[in-house]
């Protein structure tokens, strides 16, 4: 257990689909983040929330929509996803003074299918 | 931008033995962190190290940020000790930016 938590832990949704990832930090941190990582890639950077406010957008597209509306919790939205969007989504979090971030705790993932 | 690569990409252990795995990366960095990736997919963290060197357990690890590189090494390996190992450096205080990985193997 690393204090953070994420749901579902397995996904599958047609490219039509709605869908939303949650993530929750029981870690009293300040900045969470979501990571994509697909087959033989490294991690990819998706999006920084530090206090609340979004701090970075690594050209991502619009399909994916986040929300972030407390230091707690971290939501990624779903929609008209494709085929190449399946991978393994992580969220962390962690405690940032000034813009700096320290180290950082990560959740189990969400693994996502796109038929 | 900042390139972390990591050596070797795959390694195969027989139960007991040592290795070590490298992290070179190309520009200076605020941090840098040790994760262990679980075949769930979970990602562990094994050492916050921005220079000199911590040890945990069977595990240690050494950063020398002048010469932009960290080390882990895994003495006495075990069958759990299986996965991919990341190293992920802080670049320009606030991105993390992860290597490519170790993939290792311990059989019995």
């Known amino acids: 257990e690393t204090g953070v938590t994420q749901t579902p832990r397995h996904l599958v949704m047609g490219m039509t689909n709605k869908k939303s990832l949650k993530c929750e930090q029981h870690l009293g941190h300040n900045a969470m983040y979501w990571y994509k990582q697909s087959a033989k890639k490294p991690l990819e950077l998706m999006f920084v929330?530090?206090?609340?406010?979004?701090?970075e957008n690594n050209s991502v597209p619009s399909r994916f929509s986040p929300e972030c509306p407390n230091s707690s919790h971290l939501f990624l939205h779903l929609h008209t996803l494709q085929p190449e969007d399946s991978a393994l989504y992580l969220c962390a979090s962690s405690y940032a003074v000034t813009g700096i971030i320290n180290e950082q705790f990560f959740g189990p993932g969400t693994r996502l299918t796109v038929l | 931008g900042i390139q972390v690569e990591q050596s070797p990409p795959d390694l195969i252990l027989q139960e007991g033995a040592n290795s070590t795995l490298r992290c070179n990366f190309s520009?200076?960095?605020?941090?840098l962190q040790w994760f262990h990736q679980n075949p769930w997919g979970q990602l562990i963290n094994l050492f916050y190290i921005p220079s000199g060197t911590k040890q945990n357990g069977r595990l240690s690890a050494t950063t020398v940020a002048t010469e932009r590189y960290s080390l882990l090494y895994i003495s006495s390996s075990q069958t759990t000790d299986s996965g991919v190992y990341f190293c992920?450096?802080?670049?320009?205080?606030?991105?993390?930016?992860f290597g490519t990985g170790t993939r290792l193997q311990v059989f019995p």
């Open positions: 520009d200076s960095v605020n941090n």
């Open positions: 929330y530090s206090l609340e406010e979004r701090v």
């Open positions: 992920a450096v802080l670049y320009n205080t606030d991105k993390l930016i």
